[in-house]
C-alpha cells in the first residue's frame, strides 16, 4: 500500500456486492456481479479489463447516472443512487460545448451550480495553466486539439473541488504520445488536489502508471479477478516504466486478464 | 499553438485576397448579369412581337408604371408586410410552444403528433374561406390563415431540434444535477438553433403566401388585393409591378431571418 493510503485507514468508497443486469429481449443478461472493492480515502485506483466487461458501467453506478441491480454503493458513508455535487466526472469523450471557450467550459459545473463566477474565474485559469493550455482559454473547442480538449475536460471535473474523481477511459481516443504526456498532467495535478479517483481503462501500463491499486475485472458475468498494490514512490515520471518491478506487475494483471479473457470465450 | 508557429507571408495573403475579391465579384456580377439579359430578351422579344400590353407588357413599362403608381404601391406594401412579420411571429411562438410540448410530454407526443401530421395534410388554401366566415375580413382572418399555413414548419424544426442536442453532454448534465429547466435552456436550446432557424426561413416565406391568400380572399388592401383586383382589369402592367413589390417585400423580411441567423450563431455556433 502507498503512503497517502496508509494515513487513512477509513474506507471513502465501498462497493458491496455490486451487480448489474440489464433488461433485454426475452430476459435479462448480466454484466457485473458480486463486486466488492472498499477504497481508502485519497486513493488512485484503476479498474483494468478488456472491452465490453463491464467496468464503464461499474464506473456509471459511482457517478450514480446507471442504478445498481443488487449491492450498494457508498460514497463518503451515503449511500449512492442519484449524480451527486461533491463527484466529478471525465468521460471517455471531452464532451465540450461547443459554443463555449475553454475557460466558459471548465466553469460550466459553477454555471449549473449557480455558484458565483467570480470566485471560481482565478481557480479555473490556475487549472489551465497546470495543465498547460492557458494560453488557449478564450479559444472554442473547434480550435483545440483532441489532447486540448481531454485537458479542459480535466479542470473541468476539477474546477468544484470534488472529494471523488471518476474517469472512464479518458485518454482512448488519444495517440500514444499526447496519452503519455497527459498521464503525467494527470499525476501532477492529482498529486497536488489530492482526492479520490477511480480510473477505468483497458491499458495495463497507463493504470500502473497512475494508481495506488490496479483492480482487474474478468469473467462472465464480470468479477473482481485479481486486486494488486502499485508500491512506486510518488511522484513518479515516465521512466518508472523501464524498471523491473514495473514489468513484472504489468506481466501478472496481463496474465489474469488473458487467463479471464480465454475462460470467456470459450464459454 | 499554431499561432506561435506562423510564418507571415505578405505575398500569401494578398493572393488570397485576391482570390476572395475575384470569388466575390463572380458571385454578384454573374447573377447580375443573367437577370438584365434575361429583361434585354423580354423586352426586345415583346417589342418585336408586337404584344398588346395587358397580356405581356415590356420590362421597361412596368417599371414606368411602378414608379407612376408608387404611392398606392407602398400604402399596399405596409399592411402585406406588417401582417406577414404578424403572422410569422404568432407561427412562432405557437410553433415553438407546441414543439416544446410535443418534446417534453411524451403524453402529448402520442395524442397530439399524429393528429398534427394529419392537419398538415389539409391544403390549406382550400379552407381559407372558413377563416373569414369565422373571423370576418379584417386583419384577423389573415394573420389566422398565415398562422395556419405558417406554423407547420417551426413546430417541426423545434421538435428535431430539441432532440439534436449531444447525448454525452446530456449525460454529463445529469453527473451534475442539472435541472430540467437548466438543460432547457443552456444545452437543447442551443443545440436547437441550426434547426429552429431553417424552419423560420421556410416559415417566413409561407407566411407571406398566407396574407397574400388572405388578401385574395378578404378583398380590402394589401399587395394582394391590388393583385387581384388589378388583374381583372387587365392592367397587367399593375399586377407585375404588384409583384415586383412583393418579392422586395419577400426578399428583405427573409434577409431579416438571416441576419438575426448569422448575429445568434457567431455566439452559439462552434
Redesign the interface.
Known amino acids: 500500500m502507498s503512503a497517502c493510503s496508509a494515513q487513512s485507514g477509513q474506507a471513502f468508497v465501498r462497493l458491496s456486492k455490486v451487480g448489474k443486469s440489464f433488461r433485454v429481449e426475452g430476459g435479462t443478461i448480466e454484466v457485473l456481479c458480486n463486486i466488492s472493492i472498499e477504497v481508502a480515502d485519497r486513493q488512485f485506483i484503476s479498474i483494468l479489463g478488456p472491452s465490453g466487461c463491464g467496468k464503464s458501467t461499474l464506473l456509471m453506478m459511482l457517478?450514480?447516472?446507471e442504478p445498481v441491480s443488487a449491492g450498494s454503493i457508498e460514497i463518503g458513508g451515503q449511500s449512492m443512487r442519484?449524480?451527486?455535487?461533491d463527484?466529478g466526472?471525465i468521460?471517455q469523450?471531452p464532451?465540450l460545448?461547443?459554443?463555449k471557450s475553454a475557460l466558459e467550459n471548465v466553469l460550466?459545473?459553477i454555471?449549473?451550480?449557480g455558484l458565483p463566477f467570480a470566485k471560481y474565474q482565478a481557480r479555473a485559469e490556475a487549472l489551465l495553466e497546470l495543465v498547460g493550455i492557458s494560453d488557449?482559454r478564450h479559444r472554442?473547442?473547434?480550435q483545440l486539439?483532441g489532447g486540448m480538449r481531454q485537458r479542459v475536460a480535466i479542470c473541468r471535473a476539477l474546477i468544484h473541488e470534488p472529494k471523488l474523481l471518476l474517469m472512464d477511459e479518458p485518454f482512448s481516443a488519444l495517440d500514444a504520445i499526447t496519452r503519455d504526456e497527459l498521464n503525467v498532467t494527470l499525476l501532477d495535478i492529482w498529486e497536488r488536489h489530492h482526492q479520490t479517483a477511480f480510473f477505468v481503462t483497458h491499458s495495463i501500463r497507463e493504470a500502473v502508471f497512475l494508481s495506488d491499486r490496479v483492480v482487474v475485472l474478468g469473467g462472465w458475468p464480470g468479477q473482481v479477478v485479481l486486486d494488486v498494490a502499485i508500491p512506486f514512490a510518488r511522484p513518479r515520471d515516465l521512466n518508472i516504466g523501464e524498471s523491473v518491478d514495473f514489468n513484472r506487475i504489468c506481466g501478472e494483471l496481463r496474465r489474469a486478464i488473458a487467463e479471464n479473457h480465454a475462460r470467456r470465450v470459450a464459454d | 499553438m499554431s499561432q506561435d508557429l506562423l510564418i507571415a507571408d505578405p505575398k500569401a495573403v494578398r493572393d488570397d485576397r485576391a482570390r476572395d475579391v475575384r470569388k466575390l465579384t463572380r458571385q454578384t456580377v454573374l447573377p447580375v448579369l443573367t437577370a438584365v439579359a434575361l429583361l434585354a430578351v423580354w423586352q426586345v422579344s415583346v417589342e418585336l412581337a408586337g404584344l398588346h400590353p395587358a397580356v405581356l407588357p415590356a420590362p421597361g413599362a412596368v417599371l414606368e408604371t411602378m414608379w407612376a403608381n408608387r404611392e398606392l404601391l407602398v400604402v399596399n406594401a405596409i399592411p402585406t408586410a406588417v401582417e406577414t412579420i404578424g403572422g410569422f411571429a404568432l407561427s412562432v411562438v405557437f410553433g415553438g410552444l407546441l414543439g416544446i410540448l410535443l418534446s417534453y410530454s411524451t403524453l402529448a407526443r402520442d395524442s397530439l403528433y399524429p393528429n398534427v401530421i394529419l392537419f398538415q395534410l389539409i391544403p390549406k388554401v382550400a379552407v381559407a374561406p372558413l377563416f373569414m366566415l369565422w373571423l370576418g375580413i379584417g386583419w384577423e382572418s389573415r394573420l389566422a390563415i398565415s398562422l395556419f399555413i405558417a406554423f407547420f414548419p417551426i413546430v417541426i424544426s423545434t421538435v428535431s431540434g430539441l432532440n439534436a442536442a449531444d447525448a454525452a453532454i446530456l449525460r454529463l448534465c445529469d453527473s451534475l444535477t442539472a435541472t430540467r429547466t437548466q438543460v432547457f435552456l443552456k444545452i437543447r436550446l442551443p443545440y436547437s438553433l441550426p434547426f429552429l432557424f431553417n424552419g423560420m426561413k421556410i416559415s417566413m416565406t409561407l407566411a407571406i403566401i398566407g396574407v397574400i391568400v388572405g388578401e385574395f380572399i378578404t378583398s380590402q388592401r394589401g399587395l394582394g388585393y391590388i393583385i387581384l383586383f388589378a388583374g381583372s382589369r387587365f392592367e397587367t402592367a399593375i399586377v407585375m409591378a404588384a409583384l415586383l413589390v412583393l418579392c422586395i417585400v419577400g426578399l428583405v423580411l427573409y434577409g431579416l431571418v438571416a441576419l438575426t441567423e448569422q448575429i445568434i450563431m457567431k455566439r452559439f455556433g462552434e
Open positions: 457517478a450514480g447516472l442519484t449524480p451527486r455535487r463527484v466526472v468521460f469523450d464532451t460545448l461547443p459554443w460550466f459545473p454555471e449549473i451550480f488557449a472554442r473547442p473547434r486539439s
